[in-house]
T-cell receptor, first 113, second 109 residues
Framework: DGGITQSPKYLFRKEGQNVTLSCEQN?????MYWYRQDPGQGLRLIYY???????QKGDIAEGYSVSREKKESFPLTVTSAQKNPTAFYLC????????????FGEGSWLTVV | QKEVEQDPGPLSVPEGAIVSLNCTYS??????FMWYRQYSRKGPELLMYTYSSGNKEDGRFTAQVDKSSKYISLFIRDSQPSDSATYLC?????????FGTGTLLAVQP
């Protein structure tokens, strides 16, 4: 089945630790995105990538890092510099940016303990 | 001012009611408008996609765009308990989509 796979679904992290969230897509999409969702704030863009080996900061990139070494993969690292990392993280992809439809994965829940 | 404003609700209606969900936006350059439905603890799924002003109908759902007023709406006819979810409006930009905060809808049986 074509789609976007995020893992892990649930993750607990101790303060001060980095954690990497995986995102893989088999839709042959060029563009990939990471959003963060908090109650009452909707989805906020962390990073996006329009093509392999290139990515851009979104609205809330501080404390996060990404890489795009392969077309199908766009992992997100939540670093210890992120002050409030507990949230629901959503990976998405689209054929291109602009008016193209964005498709989402099932999300990853990160809790800092 | 946020680029996209959406009433967070919650909105509670009886089964069979007509539901109206709305968003306003400030950037007149937006041309593509979408509605996503998100069930609890799931990723959003695309519900409706419209381009520029006008109406689009798909089954019980109608999406309406009024670019002159910078206002978009989603209407749900004959609402069902299975429609209970958060509904997110979204508008396209060169960086991907700009989302509203989402409206939580509960349809009571």
């Amino acid at each position: 089945d074509g789609g976007i796979t995020q893992s892990p679904k649930y993750l607990f992290r101790k303060e001060g630790q980095n954690v990497t969230l995986s995102c893989e897509q088999n839709l042959n999409h060029d563009a990939m995105y990471w959003y963060r969702q908090d109650p009452g704030q909707g989805l906020r863009l962390i990073y996006y990538s329009q093509i392999v080996n290139d990515f851009q900061k979104g609205d809330i990139a501080e404390g996060y890092s990404v890489s795009r070494e392969k077309k199908e993969s766009f992992p997100l690292t939540v670093t210890s510099a992120q002050k409030n990392p507990t949230a629901f993280y959503l990976c998405a992809s689209s054929r291109g940016t602009g008016g193209n439809t964005i498709y989402f994965g099932e999300g990853s829940w990160l809790t800092v303990v | 001012q946020k680029e996209v404003e959406q009433d967070p609700g919650p909105l509670s209606v009886p089964e069979g009611a007509i539901v109206s969900l709305n968003c306003t936006y400030s950037n007149s350059a937006f041309q593509y408008f979408m509605w996503y439905r998100q069930y609890s603890r799931k990723g959003p799924e695309l519900l409706m996609y419209t381009y520029s002003s006008g109406n689009k109908e798909d089954g019980r759902f109608t999406a309406q765009v009024d670019k002159s007023s910078k206002y978009i709406s989603l209407f749900i006819r004959d609402s069902q308990p299975s429609d209970s979810a958060t509904y997110l409006c979204a508008m396209s930009s060169v960086r991907g989509l700009i989302f509203g905060t989402g409206t939580l809808l509960a349809v009571q049986p």
